[in-house]
C-alpha cells in the first residue's frame, strides 16, 4: 500500500514569488519523514506539493518532479483529483465538516466520486478507520453527532480516521499537533507510530522532541532572509540530524541557537 | 438542601457599552412597535370587513361571503409566488456558484454587479416589460406547451390569447426575485471556511464534490434565509402582477390559459381606488391576511433552519 516518493529539482512558486528552491528529497515507503525549520522557511509550502494542493492557491504553481513510485504527480494528463485520493492529508488546525455527523465525516471521502457503499460496509469501514485512529472506543455511542462537538484532540483523530478511510498511499500531516495538549499530541504520536506500519507519511512539526521521537529521517529546510525561497539544507537519519548534522545550520536549529 | 448563593460579579459599566446597549435596544423596540402598529391597524379596520354582511359588499360577486372571496386570492398569491420561487432558486444559486466558484474575479464582478443593480430596478419596470414585451413574446410558446404538452393539466389551455397568464406573472416575479437570492446566496458561499473547502479538495473531491459537500451545507441558512426573503417580496409584490396578470378571483391551475386567478396584492390595487365605504374594509382584511400568510412563511423557514443547527457550522 504505501509508496516511496522521489522530489526531483523542484521550484515552488506563488504567482512570481519563489517560496522554495531546488529540493531533491526521497522518502522511503512505511517510514515517517519529519520535516523542520524556522517559519515562513516553506515546510508547509512544500509539503502541499506532495498531493497537488498547492496550486489550489490561485497563481500557486510547481516546477520539478515529483514521483511517486516512479510516476510523475505532475506529468501531463494526471489528473490532481486522483493524486489527492492517493496522498492523504491531515491539516494544522482540525477541520472535520461541521455539517456531517462523525459517522459520514469518516465516510466523506469514500462517498465521493459516486462511489456506492452498502450500509454494512459502511459500518465496517466506519469502525475500521475509527479504530486506525485510536477513537472508536471515545465516540462509539454517539457517530451520529456533528464531528465539531469533539474535543479538538479527538477531531484531529477523527481527521486521521477520515484520511485513512480512503486508503490512500502517504499520509502529509503539517502540524497535526501543534493546536492541541500534551496528552492529546502523545495521542497522535503514538497513533503514527501504528500508521507507519502500513503508510508513508510525511510530517511538518515545530517541536523537536517530536521530530526526534516520531520519525525515521529528518529533513531541515532554511531561509536565507525574507524574500528569500526556502531551501532543503539537509535530509539524514533523525538520530543523526539530532546528534550529528553535517552543517552547521542544522546544529544551530536543533540545539536551538535559531529558529 | 440549600441551593449555594450564587455571586455574580458585577460587570463595570462602560459608557461606549451603555450606549450601544441603549441604542440597540430602542431600535429594537422600535421595530416591534411599528410591527404592532400595523397589525393593529390591520386588525381593527380589517376585522370589520371580514364579518361585514355580505350584502352591503359591493365588490362581491352575487351570493358571495368573505371567504369566498378571499380564497382563490390566497391561492393565486401562494400559487404565483411558489412558481416564482421554484424558477428563480435553482437559477439563483446557480449563478451564486459561479460567482463565488467558478467565474475568473474579474468576470465574477461584473456579474455580481449587474445582479445587484437589477435588484434595484423597480417593480414598475417590471410590471412594464412583462405586459407589453414578455407576454407577447412568450405567447407563442404557450401554443407549443399545449400542443405538446396538452395532457400535463398545467398546460391544458386553452392558450391565453394576449399572453398576460399566470406563467408570465411567475416568471416577470421570478425575475424581480432573482437578485435578492443571487446575491445573498453569493455572500454566503464566498464565506465558506476554506479550511473546509481545503479538506474536501484533499480527500479528492472535484470542485463539484467540494461544494457539494461542504459549500452548499455551510450556505444551507443563508441560501434558505435569501429565499424566504424572495418568497416574502414575491408574496407582496402588487404593481407587476397587477399589470401583467388579467385575473379574477378563480382557483385555476392552468398556466398558460386565459382564466387566471388574481394575488391579494394585485387585487387590492385593481379595486381600491373605487372602493368605498366597507369594501375598503373588506380589502384590508385581505391585507391582513396576506400579513399572516407571510408571517407564517417566515416561521416556516425559521423552522428549517434551526432544525439542523448542530450541523450548521455556526458553533
Ligand atoms: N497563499 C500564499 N500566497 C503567497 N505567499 C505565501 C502563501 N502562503 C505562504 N506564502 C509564503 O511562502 C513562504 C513559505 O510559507 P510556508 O507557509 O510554507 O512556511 P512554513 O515553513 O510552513 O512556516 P510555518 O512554520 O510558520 O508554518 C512564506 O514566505 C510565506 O509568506
Ligand atoms: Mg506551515
Known sequence: ?259 | MTSPEIIRPKAKQRPGDRVFSASALISGSLILAILAAVAGFLMLQGIPGMFADPESVSIYTEGENFVEFVVPLIFGTLWAAALALVMALPLAIGIALFISHYAPRRLAQGLGYIIDLLAAVPSVVFGLWGANVLAGAIQPSFVWLEENLGWIPLFAGPVSGTGRTMLTAAIVLAVMILPIITAISREVFLQTPPLYEEAALALGATRWEMIRTVVLPFGRPGVIAGAMLGLGRALGETMAVAMVLSGSGVIVFDLIGSVNPLTIAANVALRFPEAYGINVNVLIATGLILFAITLVVNSIARYIVNRRKDFSGAN
Open chain 1, 1 to 259: 500500500m504505501s509508496k516511496r516518493i522521489e522530489v526531483n529539482d523542484l521550484d515552488v512558486y506563488y504567482s512570481k514569488f519563489k517560496a522554495v528552491e531546488g529540493v531533491n528529497l526521497v522518502i522511503e515507503p512505511r517510514s515517517v519523514t519529519a520535516l523542520i525549520g524556522p517559519s515562513g522557511c516553506g515546510k508547509s509550502t512544500f509539503i502541499r506539493t506532495l498531493n497537488r494542493m498547492h496550486e489550489v492557491i490561485p497563481g500557486a504553481w510547481v516546477d520539478g518532479e515529483v514521483l511517486v513510485d516512479g510516476n510523475n504527480l505532475y506529468g501531463p494528463g494526471v489528473d490532481p483529483v486522483r493524486v489527492r485520493r492517493q496522498v492523504g492529508m491531515v491539516f494544522q488546525r482540525p477541520n472535520p465538516f461541521p455539517t456531517m455527523s462523525i459517522r459520514d465525516n469518516v465516510l466523506a471521502g469514500v462517498k465521493l466520486n459516486n462511489q456506492r457503499i452498502s450500509k454494512s460496509d459502511a459500518d465496517e469501514l466506519v469502525e475500521k478507520s475509527l479504530k486506525g485512529a485510536n477513537l472508536w472506543n471515545e465516540v462509539k455511542d454517539r457517530l451520529d453527532r456533528p464531528g465539531n462537538g469533539l474535543s479538538g484532540g479527538q477531531q484531529q483523530r477523527l481527521c486521521i480516521a477520515r484520511a485513512i478511510a480512503v486508503e490512500p498511499e502517504v499520509i502529509l500531516m503539517d502540524e497535526p499537533c501543534s493546536a492541541l495538549d500534551p496528552i492529546s499530541t502523545l495521542a497522535i504520536e503514538d497513533l503514527i507510530e501504528e500508521l507507519k506500519q502500513d503508510y508513508t507519511i510525511v510530517i511538518v512539526t515545530h517541536n523537536m522532541q517530536q521530530a526526534s521521537r516520531v520519525s525515521d529521517r529528518t529533513a531541515f529546510f532554511n531561509i536565507a532572509g525574507t524574500g528569500k525561497p526556502g531551501k532543503l539544507i539537509e535530509v539524514d537519519d533523525t538520530a543523526t540530524i539530532f546528534s550529528n548534522p553535517s552543517i552547521k545550520d542544522t546544529e544551530d536549529y536543533v540545539s536551538g541557537k535559531f529558529g
